[in-house]
């Protein structure tokens, strides 16, 4: 069990916005020693990218801002998107009517485009904070258009339908709103332009070629979300979780290749619908936005080299990335494997993940 935290709340920019997360914690908390794990030097070399603890054929890419971006997931004709696979971490979520969106992490490499590209929801709003990035999307609703423009990442977050060529294009022979993508290499440009790529400290996950012990054996994660069922099947000559949905290979649009994952990992994480946010309604029922909790700490489950672990996820600071931990004490951090990794973040109580 955690030990005595004390989170105060400060007054927010907007009256109905997530309060900053503040801790003050004893020495022997559980935030005490994220923050002391955080602060740690690091032990690898300069030369490694810290999101995926693979080695960077070219360091200087570390010194530019990431991109988190926006990438749509339904309808299924949005597949295959454009980029995909090239994402150094991709988060996967909930939004309204039980489908899902992507928020893809883009540091260490520059694809032709990227997309289709889609509105923000709240939870990029935790996304580009914790990983100081740039925020990529097409636009927002006014409540989060103003949560957006209200917050430490501003100046560096580029609305598609506002900012326009050369950061982002239609593609004619796609559909609106689904035929919009990025070129990152102009989004780069645009942010060195305005005073706003210069390169974050991140360090956050702990990576080991070698898995933890114990676990349970793990040749698929199964999610299903509903509408959408996703399947990651473990290749064991290739060590690398390849992905389906609804049965059918997910691959990226730019170059065929699956989409595959060195570590799957999902994230256990409260939900509630945020009624000053409406969005529509169904059969005369309001729908609002989905607010995902992604604070504090909760349930994870980490899948590699076909086996899964329990664990704890924790992110105690709203600036820094959540971590990995083998106890709710924080005292073992459970680490991935080298590679690409895919959160599947899904709510607390939710029963849809299987492992077979």
């Known amino acids: 069990m955690l030990l005595s935290v004390l989170l105060l709340l ?56 990431p991109l ?28 309204e009517g039980g489908l899902t969106r992507f928020t893809a992490i883009y540091w260490t490499h520059t694809p032709p485009r990227l997309g289709s590209i889609r509105s923000a929801r709240l939870i ?49 022979a796609g559909e609106a709103p689904h035929n919009l993508f990025a070129v990152p290499a102009q989004v780069w440009a645009r942010a060195a332009a305005d005073g706003v790529n210069d390169a974050p ?16 054996a793990a040749p698929a994660v199964t999610v299903d979300y509903g509408p959408d069922v996703v399947h990651w099947v473990y290749d064991a000559v290739n060590a690398v979780y390849v992905r389906s949905v609804d049965g059918v ?23 509630r619908d ?26 994870a489950l980490i899948a590699r080299d076909g086996v899964a672990l329990t664990g704890t996820w924790m992110r105690w600071e709203q600036e820094v990335p959540l971590t990995l931990w083998a106890d709710e004490e924080a005292t073992q951090p459970l680490p991935l494997k080298p590679g690409i990794t895919w959160f599947e973040i899904v709510p607390t109580e939710f029963t849809g993940v299987t492992l077979r």
């Open 249 to 271: 290979p997910h691959t990226d649009a730019d170059t065929g290749a699956p989409i595959t994952a060195a570590n799957v990992v999902v994230l256990y994480v409260p939900h």
């Open 201 to 216: 400290n991140l360090r956050a996950l702990a990576f080991s070629t070698t898995p933890s012990a114990g676990g349970q």
């Open 124 to 172: 990029d709003l935790e996304l580009t904070a914790m990983y100081g990035a740039i925020l990529v999307y097409s636009g927002a609703n006014e409540p989060i258009r103003q949560r957006i423009a209200a917050s430490t990442f501003a100046a560096r977050a580029y609305e598609g339908v506002t900012v326009g060529e050369p950061l982002y294009f239609r593609d004619p």
């Open 10 to 65: 400060l007054t927010a920019c907007l009256a109905n916005e997530r309060p900053v997360i503040v801790v003050t914690a004893t020495p022997d908390s559980a935030p005490t020693r994220v923050a002391a794990a955080l602060a740690a030097p690091a032990a690898s070399a300069p030369a490694l990218n810290p999101l995926t603890g693979l080695v960077l054929p070219d360091p200087a890419v570390l010194h530019r801002r």
């Open 68 to 95: 988190a971006v926006k990438i749509s997931n339904a309808p299924d004709s949005v597949r295959p998107q454009a980029g995909l696979a090239l994402a150094d971490l991709v988060f996967e979520h909930y939004v």
């Open 274 to 299: 945020d009624e000053t946010i409406p969005v529509g309604e169904w059969n005369g029922v309001p729908i609002y936005s989905t607010e995902i909790q992604l604070w504090e700490s909760g349930p």
